[in-house]
């Protein structure tokens, strides 16, 4: 059963930092996409980052223009892991944080062309 569980979100002030974990089982990151999305309340999920599979032969990673410079996306294959640094947090940040799995050995995608999705974090910015 494949299972994504994400955590590291919470309440932090303007300016502040976290790191978001996505925690996969079930299947490998050998040959799986991970993407990150947010959902801010009463707007439409988008997609924030994502990461290529590590047999990718196109190995990527991708930023929406409005977190480029502020959050990086990477991997721990040992620990099937996927973490999302987030720095210099705006109150715009705010919403629930959900990461994706699909299929895949090519380029990333931040569509919600994925498969499995995690529960979701919350990760709320204000002073």
């Known amino acids: 059963q494949l299972q994504l569980v994400e955590s590291g979100g919470g309440l932090v002030q303007p300016g502040g930092s976290l790191r978001l974990s996505c925690v996969v089982s079930?299947?490998?990151?050998?040959?799986?996409?991970i993407g990150w999305f947010r959902q801010a309340p009463g707007k439409e999920r988008e997609g924030v980052s994502c990461i290529s599979s590590r047999s990718s032969s196109r190995s990527s990673t991708m930023y929406a223009d409005s977190v480029k410079g502020r959050f990086t996306i990477s991997r721990d294959n040992a620990k099937n892991t996927v973490y999302l640094q987030i720095n210099s947090l705006k109150p715009e940040d705010t919403g629930v944080y959900y990461c994706a799995a699909r299929w895949g050995l090519g380029m990333c995608t931040m569509r919600e062309w994925y498969a499995f999705w995690g529960q979701g974090t919350q990760v709320t910015v204000s002073s």
């Open positions: 079930g299947f490998t990151l050998d040959y799986y996409t």
